[in-house]
């Protein structure tokens, strides 16, 4: 573990002082996109639920994409997110996942969508195998200023937390955003709501940096609503979560 931490220390050390622009490979018709990623905290992006609050999470992606719309998108992350004893031994180190969407993405005038279904690998007893359909659309409303909304729909069928079935108030989840271009920054307010699990809030600036981009968001999230309220590490919280990634 140690090692990898090394490792990936030393690539985010060595891209930052180069400061080489983004570039993308061209095999062909496709275009490929390599990146490294960097979270202090992982969370997720429509519950904004999180079981780790301390130590960060390590991962690398990469895009393909044809000119057609479609993309094939697929990132592995390195995650800690059960540190004490008794949460490994319930639901498993939870030590990483490996996601990969097949999806297409279209742009007409000022409106871009995507579509995407999304199989996810997780180390985790209790959830190995995961299936999600996204939805996304988003409007340039000039130059500086974008809406957009997405919708995802969670396949991966019942599940349990402990003996109570929670996969069933997981399956819907949406979010809507509007983000300005402030000039030395972009800032992003985010409204998310998932059934009865959480909704959430969040504020965000990112900047792309020496070819690196910056991501720092600040989450309110409400989770009273969670059918298991015993747990207070899915009750309200708030998270100032810093994301970093590199392509190239």
């Not at 130590?55 to 719309?69: E, K, L, M, V």
Request: aromatic share 14%; charged share 20%; with cysteine.
């Amino acid at each position: 573990m140690n090692k990898t931490k090394n490792i990936l220390a030393v690539s985010f050390g060595i891209l930052f002082a180069s400061g080489v622009a983004k570039a993308e490979f061209k095999a062909g018709s496709l275009t490929i996109t390599p990146g490294l990623l960097y979270q202090t905290n992982y969370v997720g992006e429509f519950t904004g639920n999180t079981t780790n609050k301390t130590q960060p999470t390590y991962g690398a992606d990469i895009n393909i994409s044809h000119p057609t719309g479609l993309y094939l998108y697929s990132a592995y992350k390195k995650l800690e997110n059960y540190p004490d004893a008794a949460s490994v031994a319930a639901y498993g180190t939870f030590d990483w996942e490996w996601c990969n969407s097949l999806g297409v993405a279209k742009n007409i005038n000022s409106i871009n969508l995507d579509a995407s279904y999304e199989n996810c690998y997780v180390d985790k007893k209790t959830e190995e195998n995961t299936g999600t359909l996204y939805l996304r659309a988003s409007y340039d409303l000039n130059k500086q200023t974008t809406v957009g909304a997405a919708y995802a729909r969670d396949l991966t069928g019942p599940q349990k937390y402990a003996t109570t079935p929670v996969r069933d108030v997981l399956e819907d989840a949406y979010k809507a955003f509007i983000s300005h271009d402030l000039g030395l920054a972009k800032a992003t307010l985010t409204y998310g709501q998932s059934d009865n699990f959480t909704q959430f809030y969040t504020l965000g600036l990112s900047k792309e940096f020496m070819g690196v981009n910056f991501d720092l968001s600040y989450w309110d999230v409400d989770a009273e609503g969670f059918v298991n309220r015993t747990q207070p590490k899915l009750v309200d919280r708030e998270l100032l979560v810093l994301s970093v990634k590199k392509t190239f």
